[in-house]
T-cell receptor
């Protein structure tokens, strides 16, 4: 079974440009998460979906970040316009249980560099 | 405020030298404490969930234990392939969000 698939793996953009990340979760996993991870730190939740509904987006910088999960499967995270401080690894994860107690499955992430 | 602190930040061991990693936490009602392993360039990989004080779980050379204030990840006779960053996270029973520590970078030298 394929794991959580993310693309692209790497992205280098100039500040003020837009960028989008794509995630395909594990089949049957209704809960999907987008995290941001800076070097030497733990992941920081950006948004959590239950099926197609965003149930926790309290830490998503809504002035520049947006996300969608059409049909409750694939998801896209967008940044527009990007700032230098957005440089980080963006991780997508999915879980079978809403609580995540059985563990999340993470993708390999997208490393974003804003120059 | 819910908080997770991991120590040490980094740990270098010789192959076969056992040790422990610490995860101290404060949370208003613990639903679960999680351990993940993260290799360079990859996302975290789930290891264990612990639910209550006194609980222990094992996987190969790893054993996780839990008290009311902290968790330990014991590594017995480690091998170079155990080298990774180990992340701890807690989930309060008031919501589903995970509070993550910054991780311990473990390096096992042959």
């Amino acid at each position: 079974e394929a794991g959580v698939v993310q693309s692209p793996r790497y992205k280098i953009i100039e500040k003020k440009q837009p960028v989008a990340f794509w995630c395909n979760p594990i089949s049957g996993h209704n809960t999907l998460y987008w995290y941001r991870q800076n070097l030497g730190q733990g992941p920081e939740l950006l948004i959590r979906y239950e099926n197609e509904e965003a149930v926790d987006d309290s830490q998503l910088p809504k002035d520049r970040f947006s996300a969608e999960r059409l049909k409750g499967v694939d998801s896209t995270l967008k940044i527009q316009p990007a700032e230098l401080g957005d440089s980080a690894v963006y991780l997508c994860a999915s879980s079978s249980a809403r609580t995540g107690l059985y563990g999340y499955t993470f993708g390999s992430g997208t490393r974003l560099t804003v120059v | 405020e819910d908080q997770v602190t991991q120590s040490p930040e980094a740990l270098r061991l010789q192959e076969g030298e056992s040790s422990s990693l610490n995860c101290s936490y404060t949370v208003s009602g613990l639903r679960g404490l999680f351990w993940y392993r993260q290799d360079p360039g990859k996302g975290p990989e789930f290891l264990f969930t612990l639910y209550s004080a006194g609980e222990e779980k094992e996987k190969e050379r790893l054993k996780a234990t839990l008290t009311k204030k902290e968790s330990f990840l014991h590594i017995t006779a480690p091998k170079p392939e155990d080298s990774a960053t180990y992340l701890c996270a807690v989930q309060a029973d008031s919501n589903y969000q995970l509070i993550w520590g910054a991780g311990t970078k473990l390096i096992i030298k042959p």
